[in-house]
């Protein structure tokens, strides 16, 4: 027991102290938070004070703009925009709009930010529809009520009969995330066992240590020295995508002004939104899942790449046997849309409980609502998985790892099986 | 004075599949002696030092370290070199020693303390901080050495230990591996290349198609093979061959002659003696290969 300790330790201190895992640990997050931040952020810029002038010989279309919240307007005569013209850079506007009949021109010193444009855009189409309107004789007050806007507010009714608001998109959102999340953690660290493996294998050390360890304390210890190193990364990434967020939100967004509409001021704006759209959506149970899937899922999928890694001699004769055993991972991929079209469907339902697929599909499922006795079963029968995996792993390890310069085909490796330890 | 036997083999039978590695292999290796194992390549040298190490179980038969039944608790009083050896690339010496160290069941504490220990020994302290990476060859094989010794087991195995050292440090590590001898350590030497080991080991077994076919002390196993050659040297050139002996081969006034069944060694002596003036008379030993050779063709 305190010799796999050993192996766990080093193999986890020997990547987590690599160069590559502690730049990905901080970048990742830093651009997450980037994503997260930058929408707020670009929507806040926008919200500056601009003068804009509007040059029209006679007026039919420039009184009637409004100012909006932060656009404001003022009426020049030709004069003053030829000047303005002549010498953009000194003028005290932001911009010139500039209309002959029904012809648009904006003259500005820099290129105006796209909201701005769309926005004097749908001023002038709406000032110019309602002046057709009225000439066809068309009452527009009849117009203006007969607008409507559905927004149908979707509702969850439990067991218990409490009923909480839900958010399809949302739910799509966080399954499509976590589900591909699991999908790429399984790969990145299924491989990076396998190349520990190969390594091992490679450098010929592999004999020493298994004279002192039995061969599945070795292979055991490197599996959960890699989970280990997973788990950290992952937990890295949201607490300094936390962190993160949180002061870039401090020192970039003026907080006043954007959360006066809330009622509690000293609330995160982007933790409000985000209660605000996961409401309805049980977290934590998709939070604890996300964690058991990963690991159980990672646990039977690594235990293969090791099993892999130890009958090649070289990275690169590992295509043969590493694509049947991604085939599997792969096609829950695919399907993570059709799921998605129908969570609760047959294919879903036998996606999300063989163990091989489960582990993704579970996770894109987990948002709109799974009964807990399907939970639990592919969580169980996950587990059975993973022990089924190992054992029949470890026995091809065990002889793999002690052979060299062989060409492996899968007769042998069947043969493998049948050896005694 | 008889020695204690340490390592016991007996009838020992592992198969993989169809094919057979080991077949009733036997040896009894002395304690604080140099035992070699030879044979050529294929003859389950390998798979039966392997089972010695619990990397691989045996399908029949015993195995016995110290009087009690090869188990778990037996890995920390053997040391392996294995042919196949390496080390982590990217660790640092001082590191990956201390780790392989713990595994076999060293603590920290002790495992430092041997390691510079060995280290001051070989002079090799200030790789302490090295990748393995920047080392070269040679010094890897320096690493080796002490992380094969470190944990000052009871029996050590070397499996091919000259291939691949260079000479220099093939002296050092044949100086260091007698030095253990003496201290009370027992040796097991695998090899192929029979003349490497002639000098250095006390017991051999010759191993040939997955099956003992020779074992003992070497004096002994020598002595049977007796050919009853000598290599007599002369102060005349006319030697001829009589009824006591034949000569086999002549060069100059240095013969080299079998002495006929019937006769025995001081009548021979006495005959030659009488006509000639002997400047040598010395008795032809075989070499291990040849009786390696001679009792494979005896099979």
């Given at each position: 027991?305190?010799k796999?300790f050993?192996?766990?330790?080093?193999e986890y201190l020997?990547r987590?102290?690599?160069?590559?895992?502690?730049?990905?640990?901080?970048?990742?997050?830093?651009?997450?938070?980037g994503?997260?931040?930058a929408p707020?952020?670009?929507?806040n810029?926008?919200?500056?004070?601009?003068?804009?002038a509007?040059?029209?010989?006679?007026?039919?279309?420039?009184?009637?703009?409004?100012?909006t919240?932060?656009?404001?307007?003022?009426?020049?005569?030709?004069?003053?925009?030829?000047?303005?013209k002549?010498?953009?850079l000194e003028?005290p506007?932001?911009?010139?709009?500039?209309?002959?009949?029904?012809?648009f021109?904006?003259?500005?010193s820099?290129?105006?930010s796209?909201?701005?444009r769309?926005?004097?855009?749908?001023?002038?189409?709406?000032i110019i529809?309602?002046d057709?309107l009225?000439q066809?004789?068309?009452?527009?007050?009849?117009?203006?009520?007969?607008?409507?806007?559905?927004?149908i507010?979707?509702?969850?009714?439990?067991?218990?009969?409490?009923?909480t608001?839900?958010n399809t998109?949302?739910?799509?959102?966080?399954?499509?995330?976590?589900?591909?999340?699991?999908?790429?953690?399984?790969?990145?660290?299924g491989?990076?066992?396998?190349?520990?493996?190969?390594?091992?294998?490679?450098?010929?050390?592999?004999?020493?240590i298994?004279?002192?360890?039995?061969p599945f304390?070795l292979?055991?210890?490197?599996?959960?020295?890699?989970?280990?190193?997973?788990?950290?990364?992952?937990?890295?990434?949201i607490l300094?995508?936390?962190?993160?967020?949180?002061?870039?939100?401090?020192?970039?967004?003026?907080?006043?002004?954007i959360?006066?509409?809330?009622?509690?001021?000293?609330?995160s704006?982007?933790?409000?939104?985000?209660?605000?759209?996961?409401?309805?959506?049980?977290?934590?149970?998709?939070?604890i899942?996300?964690?058991?899937?990963?690991?159980?899922g990672?646990?039977?999928?690594s235990?293969?790449?090791a099993?892999v890694?130890?009958?090649?001699?070289?990275?690169?004769?590992t295509?043969?046997f590493?694509?049947?055993?991604?085939?599997?991972l792969i096609?829950?991929?695919?399907?993570?849309?059709?799921?998605?079209?129908n969570p609760?469907?047959?294919?879903?339902f036998?996606?999300?409980?063989?163990?091989?697929?489960?582990?993704?599909?579970?996770?894109v499922?987990?948002?709109?609502?799974?009964?807990?006795?399907?939970?639990?079963?592919?969580?169980?029968?996950?587990?059975?998985?993973?022990?089924?995996?190992?054992?029949l792993?470890?026995?091809?390890?065990?002889?793999g790892?002690?052979?060299?310069?062989?060409?492996?085909?899968?007769k042998e490796?069947?043969?493998?099986?049948?050896?005694?330890? | 004075m008889?020695?204690?036997i340490?390592?016991?083999?007996?009838?020992?039978?592992?198969?993989?599949?169809?094919?057979?590695?080991?077949?009733?292999?036997?040896?009894?290796v002395p304690?604080?002696?140099?035992?070699g194992?030879l044979?050529p390549?294929?003859?389950?040298?390998?798979?039966?030092?392997?089972?010695?190490?619990?990397?691989?179980?045996?399908?029949?038969?015993?195995?016995?370290?110290?009087?009690e039944?090869?188990?778990k608790?037996?890995?920390?009083?053997?040391?392996?070199l294995?042919?196949?050896?390496?080390l982590y690339k990217?660790?640092?010496?001082?590191?990956?020693?201390?780790y392989?160290?713990?595994?076999?069941?060293?603590?920290?504490?002790?495992a430092?303390?041997k390691?510079?220990?060995?280290f001051?020994?070989?002079?090799?302290?200030?790789?302490?901080s090295?990748?393995?990476?920047?080392?070269s060859?040679g010094?890897?094989?320096?690493i080796?050495?002490?992380?094969?010794?470190?944990?000052?087991?009871?029996?050590?195995?070397?499996?091919e230990?000259?291939s691949?050292f260079?000479?220099?440090?093939?002296?050092i590590?044949?100086?260091?591996i007698?030095?253990?001898?003496d201290?009370?350590t027992?040796?097991?030497?695998?090899t192929?290349?029979?003349?490497?080991?002639?000098?250095?080991?006390?017991h051999?077994?010759l191993?040939?198609?997955?099956?003992?076919?020779?074992?003992?002390p070497i004096d002994?196993?020598?002595?049977?093979?007796?050919?009853n050659?000598?290599?007599?040297i002369?102060?005349?050139?006319?030697?001829?061959?009589?009824?006591?002996?034949?000569?086999?081969?002549?060069?100059?006034?240095?013969?080299?002659?079998?002495?006929n069944?019937?006769?025995?060694?001081?009548?021979?002596?006495?005959?030659?003696?009488?006509?000639?003036?002997?400047?040598?008379?010395?008795?032809?030993?075989?070499s291990v290969?040849?009786?390696?050779?001679?009792?494979?063709?005896?099979?």
């Open positions: 027991m305190n796999i050993l192996i766990i330790k080093r020997v987590v102290k690599k160069k590559s895992f502690i730049i990905m640990t901080i970048l990742a997050p830093i651009l997450m938070a994503l997260i931040i707020v952020l670009i929507a810029q926008d919200q500056q004070n601009r003068l804009i509007i040059n029209e010989e006679t007026p039919r279309y420039s009184n009637k703009i409004n100012d919240e932060f656009t404001h307007f003022t009426i020049i005569n030709q004069d003053e925009a030829d000047e303005i002549n010498n953009i003028a506007y932001y911009a010139l709009l500039d209309i002959k009949d029904t012809s021109t904006i003259y500005s820099q290129q105006i796209l909201n701005l769309r926005e004097i855009e749908n001023q002038l189409e709406i529809e309602r057709k009225k066809a004789g068309i009452d527009i007050e009849i117009i203006e009520s007969s607008k409507t806007n559905i927004n507010e979707t509702k969850i009714i439990d067991i218990e009969g409490k009923t608001s839900s998109e949302v739910s799509i959102g966080i399954g499509f995330i976590t589900g591909i999340l699991i999908y790429m953690f399984i790969f990145m660290y491989t990076m066992v396998m190349r520990g493996v190969i390594e091992e294998k490679t450098n010929r050390i592999v004999e020493i298994i004279s002192s360890v039995k304390q292979m055991m210890g490197k599996i959960i020295g890699v989970a280990l190193v997973g788990l950290t990364q992952f937990i890295l990434w300094l995508t936390i962190l993160i967020s949180f002061f870039a939100e401090l020192i970039l967004i003026d907080a006043s002004e959360t006066t509409s809330t009622d509690n001021i000293n609330q704006v982007i933790l409000n939104e985000f209660t605000k759209l996961t409401g309805g959506i049980d977290l934590i149970t998709i939070f899942s996300f964690i058991f899937f990963f690991l159980f990672y646990l039977l999928y235990s293969l790449f099993a890694g130890s009958a090649v001699d070289a990275e690169a004769d295509q043969q590493v694509l049947p055993i991604t085939i599997p096609l829950a991929f695919i399907f993570i849309q059709p799921v998605m079209d609760d469907g047959t294919l879903a036998w996606l999300s409980i063989i163990p091989l697929t489960s582990p993704v599909i579970m996770m499922r987990l948002p709109f609502g799974v009964e807990s006795w399907e939970l639990l079963l592919s969580m169980i029968l996950l587990i059975i998985g993973f022990i089924l995996t190992t054992y792993a470890a026995k091809i390890y065990r002889t790892i002690l052979m060299y310069g062989k060409k492996i085909s899968y490796l069947w043969k493998w099986l049948s050896y005694k330890g | 008889k020695k204690n340490l390592l016991t083999v007996e009838d020992v039978v592992k198969k993989y599949g169809d094919y057979t590695a080991l077949n009733k292999v036997n040896i009894s304690e604080s002696s140099i035992y194992l044979g390549n294929g003859a389950g040298k390998t798979t039966l030092m392997r089972i010695i190490n619990q990397i691989t179980a045996p399908d029949q038969g015993k195995v016995t370290f110290n009087g039944k090869l188990n608790n037996h890995i920390k009083d053997i040391g392996y294995p042919e196949e050896r390496g990217k660790m640092k010496v001082g590191e990956q020693v201390l392989l160290a713990q595994l076999k069941g060293m603590s920290y504490n002790e430092i303390e390691l510079k220990f060995w001051e020994k070989l002079e090799i302290t200030h790789w302490w090295k990748r393995v990476e920047e080392l060859k010094m890897a094989q320096k080796q050495f002490v992380v094969t010794v470190i944990h000052k087991p009871k029996l050590l195995i070397f499996d230990p000259f691949g260079d000479p220099i440090n093939a002296a590590i044949r100086k260091e007698l030095q253990l001898r201290n009370g027992t040796i097991i030497f695998s192929h290349r029979m003349e490497s080991v002639e000098e250095i080991c006390d051999i077994a191993i040939n198609n997955s099956k003992t076919i020779l074992e003992g002994k196993i020598k002595d049977d093979f007796q050919s050659t000598y290599e007599v002369l102060k005349e050139k006319n030697l001829v061959s009589s009824q006591e002996f034949d000569i086999l081969s002549k060069n100059e006034n240095n013969y080299k002659i079998k002495i069944d019937n006769f025995k060694l001081n009548q021979t002596i006495d005959i030659i003696n009488k006509n000639f003036n002997i400047i040598s008379f010395k008795k032809e030993t075989p290969e040849d009786i390696f050779i001679k009792s494979i063709n005896n099979e």
